[in-house]
C-alpha cells in the first residue's frame, strides 16, 4: 500500500482516537452517549478535515503571486576586445479583470458549503443516535410484555396439562395455548435478536453495552415539545449548500471573464556593458502580455454561466422542496402528538396488562380472549412505539431543516 493510500487513513485514525478520549470518557447520561456517537463518526471526522482543507485554500487563494527576476550576461570579443552585457529585469505579474477576487469567492463558496456539509454529518449522526436510545427504551418495554405473555402462556399450558381429565373445550383451549406459546417463543426470538444489533452499534459507535446504557434512560420521556412555527429557512444547511454552489458558480463565471484580460508582468529593466575601457548604463521598463487575438475565453464563459443558471434553478427548486417538506413534517408530528397524548402507554398499559393476568390465570374468561387480549397489548405497544418515534424522527428532522442543534430529551 503506497503511502498516499496509508496517510489519510492513519491522520483519520489518529483523529478519531483523539475524539474518543475527549468525550467518551465516564458517561454518566444520554447527553454524553451522543456527544461520544458524535466523535467517534468517520462521517464526522471527514467533514471536518474537509473543512480544514478547504479554509486552508481560501488562506491560499488570497496569496498574491511573486515577482519573476529576469537575469542574464554575456561576453565576447569585437577586434580583439572585450565586450560584457548584463540584462537585469524584475517583473510584476498584475492580474486584470479581477482574477484573484475570483479565486477568494471560489474558495470561500467551497468553505461555506463544507461546513453546511459538516453541520448535516453531525445532525445525522445525533438524529441516528437518539433514534436508536428511544429504541432501546421502548424495546424494553416491548420486549417485557412479550416475556409476561410467554410466561401466561407457560403457566397456562402447564396448567391444563396438569389435569387429569380435560374436556373436549378444555383439550381446543390447551391446543391454542401451545399454539400461542410457540407464537410468543418466536416473538421473544425477534427481539433478542434485535437487542443484539442495538448492542453491536452501541458497541461500535460508543463503546458501551446495552446494560451500561439502560441506566443512562429514564423510564419515560419528557413531554412533547411544542413546534416553532415562526422559523424560516435562512439557516437552512441544505439551503446552505445551494447558495454556496450559487456563490462558487458566480465566482467561477467572475474568474472566467476574468481570464478574457491578460495578466501584464511589468516592472523596472537594467542594461550595463562594457566595451573596451568605457562602461554603459540603461535603464527602463519591461512589459509583457499575452495578447488576446485567437479567443477570448469565450467557450469557458458559456461553460460558468451556464453552471450559474443550473446552479440558480436547483436553489430555487430546493427551496420549494424545503418548504414542503417542512409543513407535511409539522403536519405528522402534530397529529402524532395528539393521538399519542390520547392513548395509554407504559405505567398505564402495564398497570392494564397485570390486572388482565389475574383474571387468565384464574380461567375466567375464554381462551380465544386471553390470545387475543395478549395479542392486542403486544401490538398496540408496537403500534405505538412506531408512531412515537416517526414523531420524534419528524420533529429532529425539522431541526436540521431550520439548522438548529438537533437534540431530544430522553
Known sequence: MSFLRIAPLAFLISSIAWAESDVCGNISNYQQ????????????????????????????????????????????SVNSGNITETDISLAFPIELGGKRSARKEVASGEAARAEAELFLAKASVRKKTILKLLRLRQFYTEQALVEESLETFTRLVKQYESRPLRSPEQDVSLTVYRIAKGEYGFKKMQYDEESAELES??????????????????????????????????????????????????????????????????????????????????????????????????????????????????????????????????KLYQSSVVILEQTPGGNALDKNHKRMESHFVKGVVPSSLVIEAHRSLVEFERTRNERESKAVEAYLDLQIIDGQPVEWKL
Do not use: H
Open 201 to 330: 452499534y452501541f458497541k461500535v459507535n460508543v463503546g458501551l453495552d446495552l446494560v451500561t446504557l439502560r441506566k443512562s434512560l429514564s423510564s419515560s420521556g419528557a413531554p412533547w415539545p411544542k413546534l416553532n412555527q415562526g422559523r424560516d429557512l435562512a439557516k437552512s444547511p441544505v439551503l446552505a449548500m445551494l447558495e454556496a454552489d450559487v456563490s462558487i458558480a458566480k465566482a467561477e463565471l467572475a474568474k472566467a471573464q476574468g481570464d478574457s484580460w491578460p495578466t501584464l508582468n511589468i516592472g523596472p529593466s537594467a542594461k550595463f556593458a562594457k566595451e573596451g575601457g568605457q562602461s554603459y548604463e540603461q535603464f527602463g521598463v519591461n512589459l509583457s502580455m499575452p495578447i488576446p487575438v485567437l479567443n477570448l475565453n469565450g467557450g469557458n464563459r458559456a461553460v460558468a454561466g451556464a453552471s450559474l443558471q443550473s446552479a440558480e434553478v436547483r436553489k430555487s427548486l430546493a427551496l420549494r422542496e424545503l418548504q414542503a417538506e417542512k409543513l407535511k413534517l409539522q
Open 33 to 76: 452517549i451522543i456527544a461520544c456517537a458524535e466523535s467517534r463518526s468517520p462521517e464526522v471526522v471527514r467533514a471536518e478535515a474537509s473543512l480544514k482543507q478547504k479554509n486552508a485554500f481560501k488562506e491560499a487563494s488570497a496569496q498574491l503571486r511573486n515577482p519573476e527576476l529576469s537575469f542574464e550576461t554575456v561576453t565576447g
